[in-house]
C-alpha cells in the first residue's frame, strides 16, 4: 500500500472516530437543554449540533465548488428536526460521503487538484480538505464537551477516545 493511501486511510479513520464519540455526545443531551447558550455571542446547544452534524456533509459541497446557496439549503435540512438519532443520520451519512468521495480520489488528484470554496480567492488540494474537514469536526466536538460540561453532564475525556 503506498504512502499516500496510507495517511488519507488515517485521517478518514480520525475523522470516522470523531464522529462516533460526538454521535455518543449528541446521545447524551437532554432536549430540556437545547437552548443552553453560554452567552449571548455564542450558538446555542442545539445550535452548535446543528452545526457539528453538518460539517462532513457541508465542507464536502463546499470542496466540490457547490454554491453558498446549496450549502444553507443543506443547513436548514438539517435545522427542521430536533430529534437526536435524526441529527447523528446526518453526520453518519457525511461521514460515508467524504469518506466515498476521498476514497474515489486517485493518489494524483488527493496530492494536486485543487478546489475553491465560494467564499475564498484560491484553492486547496484534496488532502488538505480532509485536514480540513477532520479539523473542523474535531474543534466542534470540543465545544460540545464544554457546553456539556457545563451543564453538568457526566462526560470526561474517555468519551473523546
Do not use: C
Amino acid at each position: 500500500m503506498s504512502a499516500v493511501i496510507e495517511v488519507k486511510a488515517v485521517q478518514l479513520e480520525e475523522l470516522e472516530h470523531i464522529v462516533k464519540t460526538s454521535s455518543n455526545l449528541i446521545r447524551k443531551i437532554s432536549p430540556e437543554h437545547w437552548s443552553f447558550r453560554p452567552h449571548a455571542n455564542m450558538r446555542s446547544l442545539l445550535e452548535l449540533t446543528e452545526h457539528l452534524v453538518s460539517v462532513p456533509s457541508s465542507d464536502l459541497l463546499i470542496l466540490q465548488e457547490n454554491s453558498e446557496t446549496v450549502i444553507r439549503k443543506l443547513e436548514a435540512d438539517i435545522a427542521e428536526s430536533s430529534d437526536i438519532e435524526r441529527l447523528v443520520g446526518w453526520m453518519t451519512t457525511g461521514l460515508h460521503e467524504v469518506k466515498s468521495y476521498m476514497e474515489s480520489l486517485s493518489e494524483e488528484d488527493f496530492l494536486h487538484k485543487s478546489t475553491k470554496p465560494f467564499y475564498l480567492e484560491h484553492g486547496t488540494v484534496q488532502a488538505k480538505w480532509l485536514v480540513e474537514i477532520t479539523t473542523h469536526a474535531q474543534h466542534h466536538r470540543a465545544q460540545l464537551f464544554t457546553y456539556l460540561k457545563m451543564q453538568g453532564y457526566e462526560v470526561n475525556m474517555f468519551d473523546l477516545y
